[in-house]
C-alpha cells in the first residue's frame, strides 16, 4: 500500500475550510477532534502503518465536515 498523500491533504483542507467557516468558535470540540486525528495520522504515517494512517484521516475529513456544518448551522441561527 502506498502513503495516503491524498487522504492527509484531503483531511488538511477540509479542516481550513471548517477554521474558515467558524468551526473554532461554533464547533470546537468537532474542529479539535478533527485536529487530533490528523496528528494521529501523521504519526502513523511517520512510523509507516499507511493503513491507519489513512482510516485516521479519513475519520479527520468526516469530523471536519461535520464541524464545518454544524459552524455554519449555528452561524446562519444567530
Do not use: F
Not at 26 to 50: F, I, K, T, V
Not at 65 to 77: D, E, H, S, T, V
Request: net charge negative; proline share 3%.
Amino acid at each position: 500500500m502506498t502513503a495516503p498523500v491524498q487522504e492527509m491533504s484531503n483531511a488538511r483542507q477540509t479542516i481550513q475550510a471548517a477554521r474558515d467557516a467558524g468551526a473554532k468558535t461554533h464547533a470546537p470540540e468537532m474542529l479539535e477532534q478533527a485536529e487530533q486525528l490528523l496528528q494521529q495520522a501523521s504519526q502513523e504515517l511517520e512510523e509507516g502503518d499507511y493503513i491507519s494512517a489513512r482510516n485516521s484521516a479519513l475519520k479527520a475529513k468526516q469530523e471536519a465536515i461535520q464541524a464545518r456544518q454544524n459552524a455554519l448551522q449555528k452561524k446562519q441561527n444567530e
